[in-house]
C-alpha cells in the first residue's frame, strides 16, 4: 500500500508580535530547528493588548521544551511567584478565599481526599478547606520554595507554583530567543491580503511600503482586529455575552506595595471584578466590568481608589466581546491568542490559551495539502477547550449569594450552559466533582471555586463512611499540622525572588 507524498511547508508567516506572536515564533523556532522559513510582521505603530499578565502552571510545560531557564526569564521580565489566585467578595460582600495550585490532603482509601473532609465538615470536626493545601497555607504566609520531588511523602513535594510577569518585557524576551534562531522579523503594517484564486486560501500581505510577505501557513496573532481570520476570511464569531455580560476593562499599573504576594487577587465590585497582579517593579490592576451596569467613568474610579500605590500611567480602556471564533484554524490561517477568542482574565487563562493552541498547531502540523480531518480535529479540541474554560468563569459569577446591584442577581438567575449545571448537580447531591476528558481545570479547582463561593453538598460519598471517624479525623489533623511544619520552613516569597531570580534595578 502505497502513501500520499507529503507536499512539505516552506513558508510560515506570523501577522502580529506581542505575546502571542512572539510565543508563537519562539516554540516554531524550537521544535522546526531551522527546516522552515519563519517571518513574524509586526508594526512598532500598533500596540498590544498586554494583560496577560499572570499564568498557570501549565506554562512551566512551555519553558520546559523551550530550555528556559526560569531564574533568568523571571529576572528579564520582572517576574514573580504565583501559587493560586485570591478571590474576595465573590459569594458575598466580605468573603474571601484562595484558589489554590495542587493538591489537598493525601490518599486514604477508596474516595478522593475532599469527601472525608465534607464528610468530617458536617459533624464540626474539619477546618477549612485552605488548611490542607500546602500551596493555599504557603500563599497566606507569604512564603514559597520549589517543589523538593525527592520528598516523595511531603506536602514540600506538591508545591505548584506559576508567574507573574510583565507581558511587554516577556514579549521581547521571546523575540530574542526567537530571532537567535533564525525568526525574521519584518517591520511593517499591513494595508492588503491577497488570496488565492485555486483555493481562497492566503497568499501573501502587503505592507505599508509596498513589500510583499508570501507564505504557506498564516497564523493570525493580530488581537482583536483579526486581520487574516476575520478580516480576511469571515470566519465568523460566537458571542458568549449572554453568559459573560462584561465588556469592558480599564487597566493601569501602579507602585509596588510593601510586600510582595505570591498570588493574583480578583476583588469583585458592584459590575464586575478588579484583577490585581503584583511584579518586581510595579503592580499590573485592572477592572472588568459590564457597561450596562456601570458607566466607564464610575469604573474608572473604583479602580483608582482600590490601588496600592499611585498610578503610574494614564488607565486605559479594552473593549470586548467574550467569545471565540467559529473556527480557530480557516483553509491556511491559524488564529493564536485574541484572534481566536476572548475570555475574561478570571482565571488567568489567555496566557495558557495561546500555548495551547502552538502545541496543537506541532500536533496537527500540515504540509501543503491541509488535510480537512486534521483541521476539524484542531477546531473541535479548541471549541471543547475554549467552552470548558468558559463554563468555569460563569461558575464564579453564578454561585454568588450578593444583592448590592442588579448585575450579581443577574448572574445569579441566568441559566447557564448545560455541561456546567450537571457540574453544579453533581457537587450539590454528594460533593461530586467530574473532569470531563481532558478539560483545563481538573477537580480540586471545581472544588475549591464551589466551596469558596458558598456551596454546600447535601451529603458526601457513600463509601466516605467505610472508616471510623476517630481515624478520618486523626488523619485531617495530620495533614493539617504536617503542611504547617512545611510552611514554617519555607523561606519569605520576597526572600527567594532577592537570592534567586531579582531583576537589575534602574540606574
Excluded at 499611585?310 to 491559524?334: C, D, H, K, S, Y
Amino acid at each position: 500500500m502505497s502513501t500520499s507524498p507529503i507536499e512539505t511547508l516552506q513558508d510560515i508567516v506570523i501577522v502580529g508580535g506581542g505575546t502571542a506572536g512572539w510565543m508563537t515564533a519562539a516554540a516554531l523556532a524550537k521544535v522546526l530547528q531551522g527546516r522552515y522559513r519563519i517571518r513574524l510582521v509586526e508594526s512598532d505603530d500598533i500596540g498590544t493588548i498586554g494583560v496577560g499578565e499572570a499564568t498557570i502552571p501549565m506554562i512551566q510545560l512551555y519553558n520546559k521544551v523551550l530550555e528556559i531557564d526560569e531564574h533568568e526569564f523571571m529576572r528579564e521580565t520582572q517576574g514573580t511567584i504565583k501559587l493560586g489566585i485570591e478571590f474576595v467578595n465573590w459569594g458575598r460582600v466580605g468573603d474571601r478565599y484562595m484558589h489554590g495550585f495542587g493538591r489537598f490532603g493525601q490518599d486514604l482509601w477508596t474516595v478522593p481526599f475532599d469527601q472525608y473532609w465534607h464528610r468530617m465538615r458536617a459533624a464540626g470536626r474539619a477546618r477549612e478547606l485552605a488548611e490542607y493545601s500546602i500551596n493555599r497555607m504557603a500563599a497566606r504566609g507569604h512564603r514559597f520554595m520549589r517543589a523538593q520531588p525527592e520528598m516523595a511523602n511531603s506536602p514540600l513535594a506538591d508545591i505548584v507554583h506559576a508567574f507573574h510577569f510583565d507581558a511587554s518585557l516577556y514579549a521581547r524576551y521571546l523575540r530574542r530567543y526567537a530571532e537567535s534562531r533564525g525568526v525574521q522579523r519584518v517591520e511593517g503594517r499591513i494595508v492588503d491580503v491577497f488570496l488565492r484564486g485555486s483555493n481562497g486560501r492566503v497568499a501573501s500581505v502587503l505592507l505599508e511600503n509596498g513589500a510583499s510577505v508570501a507564505g504557506d501557513l498564516f497564523i493570525d496573532c493580530s488581537g482583536f482586529r483579526a486581520l487574516l481570520i476575520e478580516q480576511t476570511l469571515h470566519t465568523g464569531y460566537e458571542d458568549w455575552s449572554h453568559w459573560l455580560p462584561c465588556d469592558r476593562a480599564i487597566a493601569v499599573p501602579c507602585e509596588p506595595a510593601a510586600r510582595l504576594t505570591p498570588y493574583t487577587r480578583s476583588t469583585a465590585h458592584r459590575a464586575g471584578w478588579q484583577w490585581r497582579i503584583p511584579l518586581q517593579h510595579r503592580i499590573g490592576n485592572g477592572h472588568v466590568f459590564c457597561s450596562r451596569h456601570i458607566s466607564e467613568d464610575e469604573a474608572t474610579a473604583t479602580l483608582l481608589e482600590h490601588l496600592d500605590g499611585q498610578p503610574l500611567a494614564e488607565p486605559r480602556t479594552i473593549r470586548f466581546t467574550t467569545g471565540m471564533r467559529r473556527l480557530a484554524w480557516n483553509r491556511n490561517v491559524v488564529a493564536v491568542g485574541l484572534a481566536g477568542g476572548f475570555l475574561e482574565p478570571l482565571e488567568s487563562t489567555s496566557i495558557h490559551l495561546i500555548q495551547t493552541a502552538i502545541a496543537r498547531l506541532i500536533t496537527f502540523f500540515p504540509d501543503r495539502g491541509f488535510a480537512a480531518a486534521d483541521i476539524d480535529e484542531f477546531n473541535r479540541q479548541s471549541r471543547f477547550e475554549f467552552e470548558r474554560i468558559r463554563d468555569f468563569i460563569i461558575l464564579h459569577y453564578h454561585l454568588n449569594q450578593r444583592e448590592d446591584s442588579p448585575f450579581w442577581v443577574q448572574c445569579r438567575e441566568m441559566a447557564v450552559p448545560e455541561p456546567l449545571q450537571r457540574k453544579i448537580d453533581l457537587y450539590r447531591s454528594r460533593g461530586r466533582v467530574v473532569r470531563d476528558n481532558n478539560e483545563l481545570f481538573a477537580e480540586v479547582a471545581w472544588l475549591q471555586v464551589m466551596d469558596g463561593q458558598n456551596l454546600a453538598p447535601l451529603s458526601h460519598h457513600p463509601l466516605a463512611g467505610l472508616i471510623d471517624d476517630e481515624e478520618v479525623h486523626a488523619y485531617l489533623e495530620n495533614v493539617r499540622t504536617v503542611i504547617e511544619k512545611c510552611v514554617d520552613v519555607m523561606p519569605a516569597h520576597e526572600d527567594y525572588i532577592r537570592d534567586h531570580c531579582a531583576a537589575p534595578r534602574p540606574r
